[in-house]
């Protein structure tokens, strides 16, 4: 039986822990926060929505925080583009359209002061029409979990939780955040159709089945799409015989969606995204892509438990697939990362959060003008120390034990100063 183990975080989002690798997903403080400071607001929207099309890379889909966070951002500023109609200035018989902030200033629903400031011609009804997200990830039940998931959860309730992990407790026992952030019912749905469409062993889905209809896990649910899926879940068809019943499910699942989300997702031509979700080995599916990217959310267990996502190797690869203006976005800020990115030809620089105050996470580019706060001496002086050195995995089908061991080894046999050496050698001549 398939595992799963949630909890709410402290943002009124589910986070989710591991056993496999005894880690969470997610920051207990917040696990939409978190994808939204490090993976959305650190981007360059006004150069982004300036392109014709827009591709996406979400490496580590899981529950999908970080795509349908992207998508929640860009609905949420359509909409109130749309509740603040364009006003235009004449001046010198010159026509100009005002910057969005000039009204963002007055208006109640005033946008994360972590965001950007954007015109507001950019967010036009087309936007959604030239953006592809491409999802992976090798846990197909937990991808398909996505588009279920609660957000913005008032009533918390860790009560009784399936699994012990101290860092969780910690983490709980803080007091809860009073911004609860929630993504639109409409990305959950376009989620839920699209993963629904291109994904035919979605519908009668034994294990997944068995977790939405678990009195256990039914508060971490959308009870509207949880209700939605048992329409189109048809048990005691055999998958065998699935293809010939594609039409007929097609037809079925249409007579039971909401012409309330069929419409709203007209309005907004967010049925127009290109989104798809692919359960495979992230290293050989990215080979066999003839695409390049605009932005990519790398997203992965930590370093260490699963460096196959974070080698030199897997960065040379990901460098052959970014644009010369996109960008890598992740949440670690480990040496051994950073240096298999410079390494493997990218500029890198830190993620900056407002709120916090601090730097939180890393931004890989192969155009330097994208970095906005660059590395210090210090910092770029710990990657030449064993800290710094590198996963490697030279035929990109590695396994993680290996590529440990193999890492582990050259730190073994490495004639370089320990990370613990640097640091006392910085504060002596400070």
Same mark, same amino acid.
């Given at each position: 039986m398939?595992?799963f183990?949630?909890?709410?975080?402290? +943002?009124g989002?589910?986070?989710?822990?591991?056993?496999?690798?005894d880690?969470i997903?997610?920051s207990?403080?917040?696990a939409?926060?978190?994808?939204?400071?490090?993976f959305?607001y650190?981007?360059?929207f +006004? $150069?982004?929505?300036?392109?014709d099309?827009?591709?996406?890379l979400?490496?580590?889909y899981g529950?999908?925080y970080? =795509?349908? @966070?992207?998508?929640n951002?860009?609905?949420e500023?359509?909409?109130?583009?749309?509740?603040?109609s364009?006003?235009?200035? %004449?001046?010198?018989?010159?026509?100009?359209?005002?910057? =969005?902030?000039?009204?963002?200033s007055?208006?109640?629903?005033k946008?994360?002061s972590n965001?950007t400031?954007? /015109?507001s011609?950019i967010y $036009?009804?087309?936007?959604?029409?030239?953006?592809?997200?491409?999802?992976?990830? /090798?846990?197909?039940i937990?991808? &398909?979990?996505?588009?279920f998931?609660?957000t913005?959860?008032?009533?918390?309730?860790?009560?009784?939780?399936?699994?012990e992990?101290?860092?969780? +407790?910690?983490?709980?026992?803080k007091?809860?955040?009073?911004?609860?952030?929630?993504i639109d019912?409409?990305? /959950?749905?376009?989620?839920?159709?699209?993963?629904?469409?291109?994904n035919p062993?979605?519908?009668?889905n034994?294990?997944l089945?068995?977790i939405l209809?678990s009195k256990?896990?039914?508060?971490?649910?959308?009870?509207?799409?949880?209700?939605?899926y048992?329409k189109i /879940? &048809?048990k005691?068809?055999?998958?065998?015989?699935?293809?010939?019943? %594609?039409t007929?499910?097609h037809n079925?699942?249409?007579?039971?969606v909401?012409?309330?989300?069929?419409?709203?997702?007209?309005?907004y031509k967010?049925d127009?995204?290109n989104f798809s979700?692919?359960?495979?080995?992230?290293?050989q599916?990215?080979?066999?892509?003839?695409?390049?990217?605009d932005v990519i959310?790398?997203?992965?267990?930590?370093? @260490?438990?699963?460096?196959?996502?974070w080698? &030199?190797?897997f960065?040379?690869l990901?460098?052959?697939?970014l644009?010369? +203006?996109?960008?890598?976005?992740? &949440?670690?800020? @480990?040496?051994?990362v950073r240096?298999?990115m410079?390494?493997?030809?990218?500029y890198?620089?830190?993620?900056?959060?407002k =709120?916090?105050d601090?730097?939180?996470?890393t931004?890989?580019?192969?155009n330097?003008?994208l970095?906005k706060y660059?590395? =210090?001496?210090?910092?770029?002086?710990?990657?030449?120390?064993?800290?710094?050195?590198?996963?490697r995995?030279?035929n990109?089908?590695g396994?993680?034990e290996a590529?440990?061991?193999?890492?582990?080894?050259?730190?073994?046999n490495s004639?370089?100063? $320990?990370?613990?050496?640097?640091f006392?050698?910085?504060k002596?001549i400070?």
């Amino acid at each position: 039986m398939y595992e799963f183990h949630p909890y709410f975080t402290n +943002d009124g989002s589910v986070g989710l822990y591991n056993p496999d690798f005894d880690d969470i997903y997610h920051s207990a403080d917040g696990a939409l926060t978190e994808a939204y400071e490090k993976f959305i607001y650190p981007i360059d929207f +006004d $150069t982004l929505l300036a392109k014709d099309n827009i591709r996406v890379l979400d490496i580590c889909y899981g529950i999908g925080y970080n =795509t349908k @966070s992207f998508l929640n951002f860009l609905l949420e500023k359509i909409k109130f583009s749309k509740k603040n109609s364009k006003k235009l200035i %004449i001046e010198n018989n010159n026509i100009e359209t005002i910057h =969005t902030n000039n009204i963002l200033s007055n208006n109640k629903r005033k946008i994360n002061s972590n965001s950007t400031t954007y /015109n507001s011609t950019i967010y $036009t009804d087309n936007i959604f029409s030239k953006i592809s997200i491409k999802a992976l990830d /090798n846990d197909k039940i937990l991808s &398909y979990l996505s588009p279920f998931i609660k957000t913005g959860e008032k009533n918390i309730d860790n009560k009784n939780l399936n699994f012990e992990y101290k860092q969780v +407790d910690k983490y709980l026992s803080k007091q809860k955040s009073k911004n609860l952030k929630k993504i639109d019912k409409l990305i /959950n749905y376009l989620i839920f159709d699209k993963i629904a469409h291109n994904n035919p062993d979605f519908r009668c889905n034994d294990e997944l089945s068995a977790i939405l209809t678990s009195k256990v896990f039914k508060k971490y649910f959308d009870s509207n799409f949880s209700a939605l899926y048992k329409k189109i /879940n &048809y048990k005691g068809i055999h998958l065998s015989l699935l293809n010939a019943f %594609i039409t007929f499910l097609h037809n079925i699942y249409y007579k039971y969606v909401s012409n309330w989300y069929k419409n709203r997702l007209k309005t907004y031509k967010l049925d127009n995204v290109n989104f798809s979700l692919e359960i495979c080995d992230a290293r050989q599916s990215i080979k066999n892509d003839n695409l390049t990217y605009d932005v990519i959310f790398l997203d992965a267990f930590t370093p @260490s438990k699963c460096p196959c996502l974070w080698s &030199y190797e897997f960065f040379q690869l990901l460098h052959e697939h970014l644009n010369e +203006d996109g960008m890598i976005l992740t &949440y670690t800020s @480990s040496a051994a990362v950073r240096s298999a990115m410079i390494e493997a030809g990218f500029y890198i620089g830190k993620i900056y959060n407002k =709120t916090s105050d601090k730097f939180i996470g890393t931004i890989a580019v192969k155009n330097k003008s994208l970095i906005k706060y660059e590395l =210090t001496e210090d910092e770029l002086g710990l990657l030449k120390t064993t800290a710094g050195i590198f996963y490697r995995d030279e035929n990109l089908t590695g396994l993680n034990e290996a590529i440990n061991a193999g890492r582990n080894l050259e730190i073994k046999n490495s004639d370089r100063m $320990t990370s613990s050496q640097y640091f006392k050698h910085c504060k002596e001549i400070k």
